[in-house]
Nanobody, 129 residues
Framework: QLQLKESGGALVQPGESLRLSCVPHNGTRDYIAIGWFRQAPGKDREGVSCLKSSDERTFYADSLKDRFTISRDDVDNTIYLQMNNLRPEDTGLYFC??????????????????????WGKGALVIVSS
């Protein structure tokens, strides 16, 4: 079964950048789509970004597409989320997620991460001065 391991969570100040990493294990390419969700304290989980494996087409939540970038390193199969100009409202637990269908176009619209087949345990990002 595919397993996802996130890393890179940290405490940063507003305006700073941070890059999260996700490494799939036990089936490194056994997914159709892979991406990121986040959950802020007291709020529902929401979709951030997604990458379609076959053509690496990317999808984003509209409110984040100007500051966040998803990418994949095809050499080590690591999925990255580059986050720039971070804000306090970006604070939360960031989950790597994979799906066995084309989740990408719906990543920002499905409630609570519905439709995700595999989840990582999350990486904590805190944006605070």
């Amino acid at each position: 079964q595919l397993q996802l391991k996130e890393s890179g969570g940290a405490l940063v100040q507003p305006g700073e950048s941070l890059r999260l990493s996700c490494v799939p294990h036990n089936g490194t390419r056994d997914y159709i789509a892979i991406g990121w969700f986040r959950q802020a304290p007291g709020k529902d989980r929401e979709g951030v970004s997604c990458l379609k494996s076959s053509d690496e087409r990317t999808f984003y939540a509209d409110s984040l597409k100007d500051r966040f970038t998803i990418s994949r390193d095809d050499v080590d199969n690591t999925i990255y989320l580059q986050m720039n100009n971070l804000r306090p409202e970006d604070t939360g637990l960031y989950f790597c997620a994979a799906a066995m269908w084309n989740l990408g176009p719906y990543v920002a619209h499905l409630p609570g991460g519905y439709g995700v087949d595999y989840w990582g345990k999350g990486a904590l990002v805190i944006v605070s001065s």
